[in-house]
Nanobody, 121 residues
Framework: VQLQAFGGGLVQPGGSLRLSCAAS????????MAWFRQAPGKEREFVAA????????YYTDSVKGRFTISRDNAKNTVYLQMDVLKPEDTAVYYC???????????????WGQGTQVTVSS
């Protein structure tokens, strides 16, 4: 299984970015996908998760109303649309693949390499 995340970059506060994560090596429609992030000096934290069909979605409280997770099973890709970005959103963002829709990192079996998001003026 390989996960490749991209779409990060430098953006001003209030701006938007869309992250993408392409998966291969597993039937995409049979897996759960999630995004986590890790800021410098901090532990990795859950951001969002989406079930196989997209019917169940979880967000951490700090991104609710600003971030949107979605998936395109035909393209084997999961997205994270990030709007109204804040400096505290600065982190390396990782996509993850698992079998259970959960906020717990230990439940995800495969991880992408991470993409840097920096929110700064």
């Amino acid at each position: 299984v390989q996960l490749q995340a991209f779409g990060g970059g430098l953006v001003q506060p209030g701006g938007s970015l869309r992250l993408s994560c392409a998966a291969s090596g597993r039937t995409f429609s049979s897996v759960v996908m999630a995004w986590f992030r890790q800021a410098p000096g901090k532990e990795r934290e859950f951001v969002a998760a989406i079930s196989r069909s997209g019917e169940t979605i979880y967000y951490t409280d700090s991104v609710k109303g600003r971030f949107t997770i979605s998936r395109d099973n035909a393209k084997n890709t999961v997205y994270l649309q990030m709007d109204v970005l804040k400096p505290e959103d600065t982190a390396v963002y990782y996509c993850a693949l698992g079998r259970i829709t959960t906020t717990q990192a230990r439940r995800y079996e495969y991880w992408g390499q991470g993409t840097q998001v920096t929110v700064s003026s």
